[in-house]
């Protein structure tokens, strides 16, 4: 099925660094949406965007939506141990039936 | 409920046995989804509800699949005669609305699948 490409696949960083991943499609959205996946768990969502070029922050996390609206990007400030965990960006699709589509992930692990 | 609930958690099966696998999505919440997570990878889409109709299967990799909802809440995926390649996390999610919510879906915590 279709799918958002997210990069990185993975990384490991140490407690207190800044992180910053990105998530790229050839269709363009016109919501992006940021969702964390703890082991275990579902999805939940953490920052939603509805414009392009808009910037919103959450705490320590900070999205953007892409100009190009093909594209998003999230950065985490200050990380901590509980930040780990899966990354999914995910855009809402119109074409056909509206649903969102999922990005691949970032899988984040947080060295102490 | 407060929350999307699926049961079972864990499900362990042989392969070629038939599985059911259980949402009861957020009370008042219309539409309701099925995706599958398999591992290392993302969510990959299989079937959307709008009450109790189904108007995008497009997600559902084979015939084997088959999903129904009743009563405009809970809904059961089955899969028939289980291959090793079914194992994966079956998330469920549901939201007000239509499909293209803004403010996004609310998962369950998923079914993780087995076939040995």
């Known amino acids: 099925g279709q799918q958002l490409n997210q990069s990185p696949q993975s990384m490991f960083i140490q407690e207190g660094e800044d992180v910053s991943m990105n998530c790229t499609s050839s269709s363009i959205f016109n919501t992006w949406l940021w969702y964390k996946q703890d082991p275990g768990e579902g999805p939940v969502l953490l920052i939603a965007?509805?414009?392009?070029?808009e910037l919103t922050s959450n705490g320590r996390l900070t999205a953007q939506f892409g100009i190009t609206r093909k594209d998003s990007f999230l950065n985490i400030s200050a990380s901590i141990p509980s930040d780990v965990g899966i990354y999914f960006c995910a855009g809402l699709s119109t074409s056909g039936t509206y649903k969102y589509i999922f990005g691949t992930g970032t899988r984040l692990k947080v060295l102490a | 409920g407060a929350g999307v609930s699926q049961s079972p958690s864990n499900k362990v099966t042989e392969k070629g046995k038939d599985v059911e696998l259980r949402c009861d999505p957020i009370?008042?919440?219309?539409?309701l989804y099925w995706y599958r997570q398999s591992l290392g990878q993302g969510l990959e889409f299989l079937i959307y509800?709008?009450?109790?109709?189904?108007?995008?299967k497009s997600g559902l990799p084979s015939d084997r699949f088959s999903a129904e909802r009743t009563g405009g809440s809970v809904s059961t995926l089955t899969i028939q005669r289980t291959q090793q390649e079914d194992s994966a996390v079956y998330l469920c999610?549901?939201?007000?609305?239509?499909?293209?919510?803004?403010?996004?879906?609310?998962f369950g915590s998923g079914t993780r699948l087995t076939v040995v």
């Open positions: 965007l509805y414009k392009a070029g």
């Open positions: 009370s008042g919440h219309t539409a």
């Open positions: 999610a549901s939201s007000p609305g239509y499909g293209g919510s803004a403010y996004g879906y609310t």
């Open positions: 509800f709008q009450g109790n109709s189904a108007p995008d």
